[in-house]
C-alpha cells in the first residue's frame, strides 16, 4: 500500500503529471469552443470527445505513462528486488501498485481540470440533449453519445471509461514490468515500446486493422463498445496479460511444471473447455446447423460417427485420467501419511471419493456450460428447445466418469502399479462405448447415446442404471483392500504382524 | 548483461546444434524444388490443386520418422546416457520427463505447422507469379471464372475452406498438420519410455503409421489411412471430415492418457533408479 500512496504522491506533484493534464484540458477546451454554436450541448460531449479518443489516449500513453514505466524497467535489479521485497511476485505487485497511484494522482488531476471547467458554467448531472438524441452513421465513435446509449448517468460512463483505459495501460505495464523484474529488462523495454507505438498506429488506424489485434479496443471504451466483441477482446487481454506475468515470474524461479498443470485440476478445467470447444467447433464444420442439432450431436454417443462420438467421449475420460496421476504420484510413504491422518482405508477411500465425485461433477458442469455457450454463440437466433436434451445426457455421462472412477479405484486396491493398466481400461471404455456388446440399449460404456432428440430419458435410462449397477459393484469390490493387507505392502504402521 | 536471475552467463551453457531446425530447413527446400518441380511442367484444374502437389512431395512419407527424431532423440540421449537417473536427485522427475515430452512434441507440431504454412505460400503466392500457366481449367473442360477455385469431390476434405480465401485453408491444414506430428510426437515419447532399445522405439511411429494405412487401405477406409490424411486430407477416393478425424482423435486420446499415466509413475520405474 506504501508503494501506492508513494507513487501518486510522486505523480500527483510531478511537472510530467501537471503538464499532460493541461494537455488533456487543451483538448477539452478546444473541442468545448468548437461546440459553442451547437445547441443543446454540455460540458460532457467535449469531455468525452477528448477521453475516449484514442489519439489523445496513445498520446497520454506514449507521453506521459511511458515516462513512468520505463524507468521502473530501467532500474530494475532482481537481486536487489529480492532483497528488498522478498520475492519477484512481491516485487512485481509493489511496482503495480506504485503505477497504480500515479495513474490515480493523473484521473484525480484531470478529474479537478474537469470540476474547474464545469464550475465555469454548463455544468449538468445528465447527458445533454445532443449525446442522447444523435445516434447515426455520420457521428463519430468518440463522442458523448455512445456512452449515453449504454450508461443512464455521464459520471458513471466517466468511471467506467477511466477504469477500462487504465486497465489496458495496466496490461500492457504488468507484462514489461514481470520481464523486468525477472532481469530482461531489454525484453521488457522493447514490449512496452512495441505496445505504445502499435497503440499509436492502431489510433489512426491507416488500414483496416484486423478485430484482434487491434490496441483500440483495449484503450477506448467507446471504440470498444463499437466494434463486435470489443470489450470481450479488452477482457481476453487482460486476463492473458496477468497470466503470461505470472508464468514469466514461475519460469524465473523454475517452478512451471508442465505436467503439474496438465494433471492438476486447472489444467483438467481447462482440457474440459478445450475439448468441449473443440468438439463443438468440428461439429459446426461438418454441417450441424442448430443449437438442438449441435446438442443431439454431443449426445449421439454410438449412434453418430467415430470422429464424433471419440470427441465426446474424450472428456469423461481424460477427467478420471487426470484422477489415476494423481494417485500413481503418491508413493508409498504418502499413503500412509495420509492413511495416519485418516484412521484407516475405508475413512481414507470415503474421503478419496467424496473429492472426486465433486470435482467430476465441477468439471461436468464446466464442460456442459461450455457447450451451452457454443450452442448460443454460434446459433444465437435458434430456438431454445433443447434444453430438454442437456439433462438426461449429462446425468448419464457423470454416472459414466462414476463407473470410470470405481475401476479406477479397483485398479488401485489391487496393487499400486496395476494404475499403469488404466490406458488399457480407458481403450476398453472408448471400444465397448461405440461397440456395446449387450447391445445399443444397454451400452453402459456410452449410456448417454441417444439417436434422435425424442427419446431423451427412455434412449439413456436404461444404460444409466446398468453403468450405475456395474459401479456399485466395483465399488464393492474396491473395498477389499486386497494389497494394503498384502504381504508385498510392508507397511510399519499397518501390517497384520503388529 | 545477458545473466539470467542467478547471474548465470549464458556462455556457461554448452553451445547446441539446431539439429532440428536444419532438418526442417532440409525438408522445405526438398518438398518445394520436388513441387515447383511438378507445377513447372503440369497444368492443373485450380491453385488449390497446386497446394495438395505441394502436400503429396516426399515428407508425406518420412514424416513420423522426421517427428520422431526431433521429439524423440532428446530424451532418448538423457535415457541412454543416465543423465536423468544421475540428476533426479537435483529435479523433479516428473516434471523432468514432462518438459522433456513437452519440448519434443512442440519443437514438431510447431514445425510441421510452419512447413505446411510455408507450401501454402509456395502454391498461392509465390506459384501465380513463377507460373501462370499452370492452372488452366479450360483444359479440364470447366469454365475459367468458375474453374479458378472449383472445387472437386477429390479435392480433399478442406479443400471448401479456399472458399474462404487462401490464408483460412492455409491456417487450418497447418493446424492439422501440427496436431498430427504433435500426437506423432508424443508416441515416440510414449515408446521410448515404454521400450528399453531406442532404435525400436524410435521405429514404434514409423511402424504404427505404415500399418495403419496398410490396414484402413484394405479395409476400403482411405479417409482413415494416416498416409492420405495426417500431412493433408487429399486423395485419389473421396471421403468425409468424420472418417478424417476419427484415427487422429482416437491416437491423441490414447497417447495423452498414457503418456500422462506414464510420466505420473515415473518414479516407481526401474528404468529411472
Known sequence: ???????????????????????????????????????????????FGALTDTLVISLILGGWWLTWLVPLLLTAEFKTSLIRYGSPARALTAKMLYLTGANLAF???????????GLAGDFAWEWSEVAKSEIGEGLSVFSASTLAAKFTSPVIALAVSTLFTFMGFCSIAIVSTALATIGRKRAALAYAV??????????????????????????SLAWALGRPFGVTHAALFWLMSGGVSLAVLKISQGRLSVFDFVAGRRGVVLTAIAMTVLASTVAVSMGVSSSADLIAWFFSGSHGDLASYALVAAIPLLVVTASATQLAKMGPGYIEMLLMRHGSVQRWLEYWWRVELAWAGFYLVIAIATLIIAALSFFPHSSTEWFGLILPGSVAMYVLVVLQLTSLSVLNQFRPSALSMWPGFGAAFIVLGYWPILGLEANFAAPYSMSNPSESWQATAIPT?????????????????????????????????? | MNADIWGRHSLHRLPRLPVGAVGFLLICALGLVVGFGEVSTSGYRSWVQVFHEFTNGPDRVIFPVIVSLVAGVPLANELSNRFIVNTRTREDLRKHLGRLAFRGIA??????????????????????????GAVDPEAYGLEAA?????IDATDGAFANLANYGW???????????????????????????????????????????????VVTQILDLPGMSFLITAIHPVGLQEFDLAQVFAPTILLGLSTWVTLTVLIAQAPHNPRFS
Open chain 2, 107 to 132: 519443437k514438431a507440431g510447431f514445425g510441421f505447422a510452419t512447413l505446411l504454412m510455408v507450401y501454402a505460400v509456395a502454391a498461392f503466392a509465390v506459384s501465380p507469379n513463377l507460373f501462370p
Open chain 1, 194 to 219: 512495441t505496445m505504445g507505438f502499435w497503440a499509436f498506429i492502431c489510433s489512426f488506424s491507416p488500414l483496416d486493422i484486423p478485430q484482434f489485434v487491434d490496441a483500440s479496443s483495449l484503450l
Open chain 1, 107 to 117: 484521473g484525480v488531476l484531470v478529474f479537478c481540470g474537469i470540476v474547474g471547467i
Open chain 2, 167 to 213: 490464408p483460412v485453408l492455409a491456417i487450418f491444414s497447418a493446424l492439422w498438420a501440427g496436431a498430427n506430428a504433435a500426437i506423432f510426437a508424443g508416441v515416440a515419447v510414449v515408446s521410448l519410455l515404454l521400450i528399453d532399445k531406442t532404435i525400436v522405439a524410435l521405429s514404434i511411429p514409423f511402424a504404427l503409421y505404415l500399418f495403419e494405412s
Open chain 1, 1 to 47: 500500500m506504501q508503494a501506492a500512496i508513494n507513487g501518486f504522491w510522486d505523480s500527483i506533484r510531478s511537472v510530467r503529471s501537471m503538464l499532460a493534464s493541461v494537455g488533456v484540458m487543451a483538448f477539452i477546451l478546444g473541442r468545448l469552443l468548437g461546440q459553442e454554436a451547437i445547441r443543446g450541448a454540455n460540458l460532457w460531449d467535449p469531455v
Open chain 2, 146 to 150: 468458375s474453374g479458378a477455385y472449383a
Open chain 1, 465 to 498: 442404471l446398468i453403468c450405475a449397477l456395474i459401479a456399485a459393484i466395483l465399488a464393492s469390490l474396491s473395498r477389499w483392500r486386497i494389497w494394503l493387507n498384502s504381504p508385498s505392502f510392508r507397511s510399519p504402521i499397518f501390517s497384520k504382524e503388529k
